[in-house]
């Protein structure tokens, strides 16, 4: 009688998070993770990390904050969001029954506004991680600047580490010339792990009003056509650090999911194929524990940073 | 209601000049909970150069057949591509978000300018399920540009507004002679100039308003807050707590 094969498994660990397997949504394009109840369960995923959450409520950017370029879009969102306190009071009691990883991306535009929103979060045990988010480009002060600058990095990562005792994932930029020496001094100031590509920093111009397309004039640029960027700068930290990668920019299936895996990320998020696709996070999975399958691989584990 | 993502099938396509046309969707689905100012998102076939959906008003629903209808307009690559689909080839759509029109009153205006008229044809049939019949005005440049008229004279008395007097009354919407008659509720959906003239004069003669938003849109469930109104309360998603909002949270945008 043949034997029947075993499931592959596709845990992974990023720090001391455990994942049922490697695909979490990135912050920003999957709301709360409620707004995406009726398609997905969440139970199927390995994590979320929700929108940036910053000191106090912001408003945002003025509309237009969106444009589709090709194979992509360009947002300046600019960080709204309900702020800290109302997240913990209002937000977290909604989310932390969340059969997942919730994890709550931190925005700030000083160094104490980081240190007191993961302070809050660390009140709350129903979040294993928070993804620091130094690499918004969208706001005017902060967000960006601190991640371009590997003295500052390390600064905020430094200051935030002292007050947030449990997983700490840095999200790098990848507007910078050496995506390599900020994930160093992250990792020396005490990330416990890095998560890459933030936005690409870019612009369009609507040539029959003659105007920007957005109201900020420059945006994050998202979607498959950032992908080979973030393979190239996953694939560089990767061999840079000790600590684990979790890589994103592009992905929306399984196969743009194994580049990272393949390129050394341990995890990986999937952002603005949402949008087009709402249950593509799940479908993911799918396709990973089909291709271990097929590729008789019995850990996911076995193909991380294989090239 | 709970958001579906449906293959419909693309039962009838018909074209008005010079640039409209209606697609009419069967999907296998009770319509039934569909609510007049909800919108769809429709995935565009087979178009490289179109990733994100396009949001689409529910123009017209059969609840018996099992039909639902769009009413497009080609402004670009999406909706020249979506001019194509075959009858009998399928339409990747999720239905059906955002808030409607609340379908109240007893003296009903419904204002729509260009494309706007979309939503108003199935509000008119709601309002026709409630024995209120409607003033319905609409309005464009010149004729054409208000397309599928026909289909709306069952369901109310259909006033006509076009620049150029190619019908109806010349002149905006606003100006024409069935706008000034005493109404306790108006709906109105279309270009942006013409929703805030009509939701000024509206609030000014103390009579209730609801507009249908336009915003551009990624996600359209309310996650990545790109189709924010500027709302007296702060940035409203246009997707989910509108695209229809009472005026009543709108003096800010009708300031602008
Ligand atoms: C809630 C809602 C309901 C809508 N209902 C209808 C409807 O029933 N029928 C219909 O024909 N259209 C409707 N629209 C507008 C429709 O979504 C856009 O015309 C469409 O997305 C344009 O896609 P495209 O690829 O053809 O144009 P693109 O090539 O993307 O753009 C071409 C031009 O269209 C403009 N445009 C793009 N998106 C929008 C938008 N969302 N609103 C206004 N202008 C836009 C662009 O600024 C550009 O000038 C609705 C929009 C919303 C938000
Ligand atoms: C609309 C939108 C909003 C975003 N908001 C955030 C945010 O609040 N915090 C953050 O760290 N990244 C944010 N991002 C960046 C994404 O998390 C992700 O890093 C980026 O989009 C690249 O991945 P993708 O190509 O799969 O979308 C946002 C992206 C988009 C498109
Ligand atoms: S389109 Fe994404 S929040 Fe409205």
Redesign the interface.
């Known amino acids: 009688m043949e034997h029947i094969s075993n499931e592959p498994s596709l845990q992974v660990r990023v720090a001391s998070m455990t994942l049922r397997n490697p695909v979490m949504t990135a912050s920003?394009?999957?709301?709360y993770g409620e707004?995406?109840a009726?398609?997905v369960d969440l139970g199927h995923l390995g994590g979320i990390v929700v929108k940036g959450t910053t000191g106090s409520r912001r408003?945002?950017n003025?509309?237009?904050?969106?444009?589709?370029t090709?194979?992509?879009?360009l947002?300046a969102?600019g960080l709204?969001n309900v702020g800290v306190e109302a997240f913990c009071s209002e937000v977290y009691d909604r989310i932390k029954h969340f059969d997942t990883n919730v994890v709550v991306n931190v925005s700030g535009s000083t160094l104490e506004e980081y240190c007191q929103v993961a302070a809050r979060i660390d009140a709350l045990s129903a979040i294993p991680a928070i993804e620091l988010n130094i690499s918004c480009p969208n706001v005017k002060q902060g967000g960006m600047t601190f991640g371009t600058r590997p003295e500052m990095a390390a600064e905020v990562v430094a200051a935030v580490r002292s007050v947030f005792s449990r997983t700490l994932i840095v999200k790098l930029t990848p507007n910078v010339t050496n995506v390599v020496e900020i994930a160093q001094a992250v990792e020396e100031a005490g990330a416990d792990s890095v998560s890459l590509i933030n936005t690409l920093l870019g612009m369009a111009i609507d040539v029959e009003r003659r105007r920007p397309m957005l109201s900020t004039i420059t945006g994050g640029l998202s979607?498959?056509c950032v992908k080979p960027v973030a393979v190239r700068m996953v694939w560089q930290v990767a061999h840079a650090v000790k600590i684990p990668v979790i890589g994103l920019g592009g992905i929306s299936t399984a196969a743009d999911a194994l580049e990272f895996l393949m390129a050394g990320a341990r995890a990986v998020q999937v952002g603005?194929a949402?949008?087009?696709?709402?249950?593509v996070s799940v479908r993911i999975v799918d396709g990973l524990a089909d291709y271990c399958r097929r590729h008789h691989i019995a850990d996911i584990n076995d193909i991380v940073g294989i090239v | 209601m709970k958001k579906q993502m449906t293959d419909f099938r693309v039962v009838a396509r018909e074209d008005y000049l010079p640039n409209f046309f209606v697609l009419t969707l069967q999907g296998g689905e009770p319509l039934d909970e569909v609510r007049p100012g909800q919108f769809v998102e429709v995935a565009v076939p087979d178009c490289r150069e179109v990733m994100l959906r396009r949001p689409i008003s529910v123009h017209d629903v059969d609840v018996e057949a099992g039909t639902l209808s769009l009413l497009v307009q080609v402004v670009g690559r999406g909706t020249e591509r979506l001019s194509q689909v075959a009858v009998g080839s399928t339409l990747n759509v999720i239905w059906s978000l955002g808030r409607g029109f609340s379908v109240a009153g007893e003296r009903v205006l419904l204002v729509g300018g260009g494309t706007g008229v979309a939503p108003l044809l199935y509000l008119a049939k709601c309002y026709a399920a409630r024995g209120v019949r409607p003033t319905l005005l609409l309005g464009g440049r010149t004729s054409g540009l208000i397309p599928t008229l026909s289909r709306y004279e069952p369901w109310g008395r259909l006033c006509v507004a076009t620049d150029d007097g190619s019908l109806g009354e010349r002149g905006l919407v606003t100006e024409h002679s069935c706008f000034a008659e005493p109404y306790d509720h108006i709906c109105a959906c279309g270009p942006t100039p013409m929703m805030k003239a009509v939701a000024r004069s509206a609030r000014q003669r103390g009579i209730d308003c609801e507009v249908s938003l336009e915003n551009m849109m990624a996600c359209g469930l309310g996650a990545c807050l790109c189709c924010v109104a500027a709302t007296d309360e702060g940035h409203k998603c246009v997707c989910r707590e509108g695209p229809v909002f009472d005026i009543k949270h709108l003096n800010q945008w009708m300031n602008e």
Do not use: H, I, K, L
């Open positions: 920003g394009t999957f709301g707004e995406y009726d398609f408003e945002g003025a509309y237009p904050r969106m444009a589709e090709p194979s992509g879009m947002n969102v709204q979607g498959p603005t949402n949008f087009v696709d709402p249950t």
